[in-house]
């Protein structure tokens, strides 16, 4: 489900339309802004999950606005345009991760379009999660890897006498690997 979305639009009365059919698709937090200036100030101050921009607005295009917010937010970016430029924004928007509907904006269409949104999202947030796991686990060995150094130089421990040394210190005190790296490293590299 979609939590918080952002309507811009220069046409005021298209809002309340978008605003009911985005809360009949399951969007719980709607809100909507006239033109790209208010866009980037409402970005600044909150994140957002998605961004519907309906071109063209009173102070650009919008194609612009999709661009810097793509770039700079972690917001999906949903740029709406007339049908005969579809295929033209679609093919500039593409490569950065928009995502182009043709007017008029059809139902179906815009179902299709936020439950690909919300997947890619959840897609996105499962690979975040990955990458910092591997992250940690990187860190993690460079700092039992600096403690192994650190005995074998102190110590004059062989790389493997050191190995065993952590592991054994690990089940022995009941601490893990990581946290018998950050004592010796606490105690020797002083």
Not at 64 to 75: E, K
Not at 103 to 131: G, W
């Amino acid at each position: 489900m979609i939590d918080n979305v952002l309507i811009v639009s220069s046409r005021e009365q298209s809002i309340p339309s978008f605003i009911s059919l985005l809360r009949s698709e399951g969007c719980r937090s709607v809100g909507a802004v006239k033109n790209a200036a208010q866009a980037k100030m409402a970005c600044s101050d909150r994140e957002f999950s998605v961004i519907i921009i309906n071109t063209p607005l009173s102070d650009e295009f919008g194609d612009s606005l999709a661009f810097d917010l793509l770039r700079s937010t972690g917001s999906s970016v949903m740029l709406i345009v007339k049908n005969e430029l579809e295929h033209k924004i679609e093919q500039k928007l593409l490569p950065c991760g928009g995502y182009v509907i043709g007017k008029p904006l059809d139902k179906t269409v815009l179902h299709k379009a936020l439950n690909f949104i919300e997947a890619s999202a959840n897609r996105m947030i499962s690979l975040q999660k990955e990458n910092y796991k591997l992250h940690k686990k990187v860190e993690d060995s460079r700092i039992i890897n600096r403690a192994k150094c650190i005995l074998m130089e102190y110590l004059s421990m062989s790389e493997a006498q050191a190995h065993k040394y952590i592991e054994k210190q690990a089940m022995d005190l009941r601490l893990t690997r990581l946290e018998v790296a950050k004592n010796l490293l606490s105690t020797y590299d002083s």
